[in-house]
């Protein structure tokens, strides 16, 4: 099971409202290499890993990517917070006010929903743990991108944070790898 | 009132410590022989329960569904604000 803990990861306190920065972020909430669809890849996959390495390293990354999932929603929300009309009308982001107001919701900030098409469990170790390592290099992706976009210290620095943690992740997810190897290997011989 | 800034940097403690015990934790589940990592990761979790008791001792739970108390005996704590995802 799963139990909360009543605190982030790593703080997030941003002070000014942006909803064209919100907007942006959303995508690393709902959007195709966000943190939802990053643990719920993971969280699936777990259950058909063969080796115990395997095993711990998907449940664990995957219940860090919750974690990051909530850092993220609460970027958002802090982003879109204290908006006012004018500056949602000049950030372009109107369609998201009609629909949602200024709440945090998982799609992208064009309005595009979260569906589980953006990931895949495949039932081959292998297949699955190469899938992952390609997904943390673009969620890397995604976040260098959103620093580019990003001017406000308070959103630069836990984006920063979330971008290194990618790195670990594709770092460690590659170590598995090559242990499924190693599995596959021994099962031909032995 | 409790300050804020005791409060704040408390909470700060307890998440730099956890956060090298997720990476620790992250790097055994690779390296389940590592010996080292093993017995740094034990100190860690050790001073992580020693502040998470000062922790919830002095502002409220920090885990609820019985993982942590409710230290005030006429008011449920949990649900007082703020909570993580407001900026405070
Ligand atoms: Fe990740």
Redesign the pocket.
């Known amino acids: 099971m799963w139990i909360y803990e009543k605190k982030l990861q790593y703080p997030v306190r941003i002070k000014k409202p942006n909803p064209k920065m919100a907007a942006a972020i959303l995508s690393q909430y709902g959007g195709p290499d966000g943190e939802l669809a990053?643990s719920l890849r993971y969280i699936s996959q777990r259950h058909h890993m063969p080796i115990p390495e395997a095993k711990g390293m998907l449940n664990d990354?995957g219940t860090e990517?919750l974690a990051?999932f909530e850092m993220v929603g609460s970027m958002v929300h802090q982003l879109m917070k204290g908006a006012t009309i004018d500056q949602i009308k000049a950030a372009g982001v109107e369609s998201w006010y009609t629909d949602h107001d200024r709440a945090t919701w998982p799609g992208t900030g064009t309005g595009v929903p979260f569906t589980a098409s953006y990931i895949m469990s495949k039932g081959d170790p292998i297949a699955d743990l190469t899938e992952d390592m390609a997904a943390?290099q673009k969620?890397r992706a995604t976040y260098e991108h959103l620093i580019d976009l990003a001017d406000d210290p308070d959103v630069i620095d836990p984006l920063r944070w979330l971008r290194e943690?990618?790195v670990v992740?594709f770092q460690r997810f590659g170590e598995i790898l090559n242990k499924l190897y190693e599995w596959k290997d021994s099962k031909k011989y032995f | 009132m409790m300050r804020p800034d005791q409060k704040q940097m408390l909470l700060d403690k307890i998440r730099a410590y956890e956060f090298s015990a997720a990476e620790l934790n992250l790097y055994l589940d690779s390296h389940p022989g590592d010996q080292r990592a093993i017995n740094d990761y034990n100190t860690f979790v050790r001073q992580i329960a020693a502040l998470k008791n000062e922790y919830e001792r002095l502002y409220g739970p920090l885990l609820n569904f019985g993982f942590g108390p409710n230290a005030n005996r006429n008011q449920w704590q949990w649900i007082d604000d703020p909570w993580p995802w407001e900026n405070n």
């Open positions: 990053a990354i990517e990051h943390e969620a943690r990618e992740h």
